[in-house]
């Protein structure tokens, strides 16, 4: 996020994109709503009927995989009606005329063949985002997770500095994270490109840098593989081992067949995590992690807010905290990786991490957090991102072309599904499914289809269907509703009974590699 969770009550509009935010980030959430019922507008893009539906002004139902066309003919109707910020436009960036030249081909009515958004709602929208003082943009994976993915999040970025809504508080792009410490492991290096921090493993600086730092000599300045790649190796037979830390690829991954297969033919898979998951039952060897109530270290936030957790209980049987199982492999590989405690950790991420340079252990344990970037421990933190200059000095505007779904429907798989959560579960359910309350609200997994699909199809809700991709089949329970449009299910990925991901598509995004789990073709089918 550029900006603070803190500063979205203050907000005069949101433009909410692919986020369920009351479902999966509720204390957000409910932070925005505060602010809509306080006078704040809510411009909704969703295909969906999500509960942010009844508090928005303009809901946007747009078709599936078409948000940068979208966010083009928005940002055209700004620029045609003359509505941009022409000051922070001229002195904050560069390549405006190219972005206008792109926009240009996007008008209401191109917009509206492409979207089914009406033209005249788009108008609206555009009018009400450039007659905001202080919009934030507020988004999550179901802008991210398509093959265009980086080009959604670019065009997000646009909008933002065409309306000058950057680089001030409660304005900003904003990206909620899945989980509690996404933006912690990115920040480390959890990324095939960089190391903490976000330094470029090509540049042999930052390589000399760490070598120093770790003793060591011959680090590799090539940049590494992601998740999708890893998996299509271990199956072609080019990658020989995996170690998967908290992570659940067979439930998580699309197209778990091919995830199953990959998995199968590695020569070693180690997984470390809390429970025995679906992956972890596959694995050669199952490394017995400590929970979060169990260890003592620091998570990162959605806001880039660096917090201290203390250990609570100890860890049951053999489990121990992952850095302390970390530590032990590398000594016996032959690396003398000497940590004594977390805080030793954090003083090494002070030397090697400009951003964090001033976030000591000594100081989050006094203030709540401290929110990166903080140089040094004068520092007081960053609230917003971007505030008098952009990290690189003006803010490039990267216009994108529309690029329809990777996979679109035909007449034998001729529906939509798209995924996502529900409110009770969370994620593959390693652990929500563990929990009897939790699992009493949401026991199993639901199709959501369209009353008019649902009655062509003879298909009532509590029927059992059969939901079909070309990557295999699942059953399931139907639920017919108005949430979701025409010719789109929707299901969430959390049930090993209906594994979702069995069906989804691993096209992905040429760029971050993230599948397009938001959009693949289906059939759907009463079962006899």
């Not at 019922?37 to 893009?45: F, P």
């Not at 652990?431 to 939790?438: A, D, F, G, N, Q």
């Not at 691993?506 to 938001?518: F, L, Q, R, S, T």
């Amino acid at each position: 996020m550029t900006n603070s969770i803190n500063e979205v009550e203050d907000a005069d509009l949101f433009f909410v994109t692919g986020t369920n935010t009351t479902a999966q980030h509720p204390l957000i959430g409910s932070r925005m709503i505060n602010a809509v019922e306080r006078g704040a507008k809510l411009i909704l893009v969703d295909p969906r009927e999500i509960q942010l539906a009844k508090f928005a002004h303009l809901h946007l139902r747009q078709n599936i995989g078409t948000d940068v066309a979208v966010l083009n003919g928005i940002m055209n109707i700004i620029i045609e009606e003359d509505l941009y910020d022409r000051d922070f436009v001229e002195n904050r960036t560069e390549g405006f005329q190219e972005l206008k030249a792109v926009v240009s081909r996007y008008s209401p009515n191109v917009v509206e063949q492409i979207s089914g958004i009406r033209s005249k709602d788009l108008i609206e929208a555009a009018r009400m985002f450039a007659a905001a003082d202080k919009a934030m943009i507020l988004y999550a994976m179901g802008i991210t997770q398509h093959v265009t993915g980086t080009d959604n999040v670019k065009s997000c970025a646009n909008l933002a500095m065409l309306t000058g809504n950057i680089g001030r508080p409660s304005t900003g792009v904003n990206p909620l994270r899945g989980q509690n410490n996404v933006q912690g492991a990115c920040d480390m290096g959890a990324l095939p490109v960089v190391y903490t921090g976000y330094q470029k493993v090509v540049d042999a600086a930052i390589k000399d840098k760490f070598e120093d730092a770790w003793g060591i000599e011959g680090l590799d300045d090539k940049p590494g593989l992601t998740i999708t790649s890893m998996m299509s190796e271990a199956q072609k037979g080019s990658l020989k081992a995996l170690y998967i830390m908290g992570e659940n690829p067979m439930m998580s991954d699309p197209d778990s067949t091919h995830i199953e297969l990959a998995l199968s033919n590695l020569d070693l898979l180690i997984v470390q995590d809390i429970f025995l998951s679906e992956t972890a039952s596959l694995a050669d060897i199952v490394l017995p992690a400590a929970s979060f109530a169990e260890k003592s270290g620091t998570y990162t936030n959605t806001e880039r807010r660096v917090q201290l957790s203390h250990k609570a209980v100890d860890p049951p049987g053999q489990a121990r905290a992952d850095w302390e199982i970390v530590q032990d492999i590398c000594r016996l590989c032959g690396y003398p990786m000497n940590y004594k405690s977390p805080a030793d950790i954090l003083d090494e991420i002070n030397r090697v991490t400009p951003s964090y340079a001033g976030i000591t252990l000594e100081r989050i344990e006094k203030e709540f957090g401290l929110q990166w970037p903080c140089p040094n421990q004068e520092h007081p933190g960053t609230a917003y991102l971007h505030k008098d200059q952009f990290t690189k000095g003006l803010g490039t505007f990267l216009p994108c072309e529309f690029k329809p779904l990777a996979e679109v429907p035909d007449q034998e798989y001729d529906f939509i599904l798209t995924t996502g959560r529900v409110y009770f579960q969370y994620h593959t359910g390693t652990m929500t499914r563990r929990i009897s309350l939790l699992e009493r609200e949401a026991p199993e997994a639901v199709v959501e289809i369209n009353p008019e699909d649902a009655k062509r199809l003879g298909i009532k809700t509590n029927d059992r269907v059969e939901l079909s991709s070309r990557r295999g089949t699942i059953r399931l329970k139907a639920e017919v509703t108005d949430r979701v449009p025409k010719k789109v299910v929707f299901s969430t990925f959390h049930y090993i009974e209906s594994p979702v991901n069995l069906l989804t598509n691993p096209a992905h995004d040429p760029v971050a590699g993230i599948p397009e789990y938001k959009g693949c073709a289906v059939r759907i089918r009463r079962c006899a």
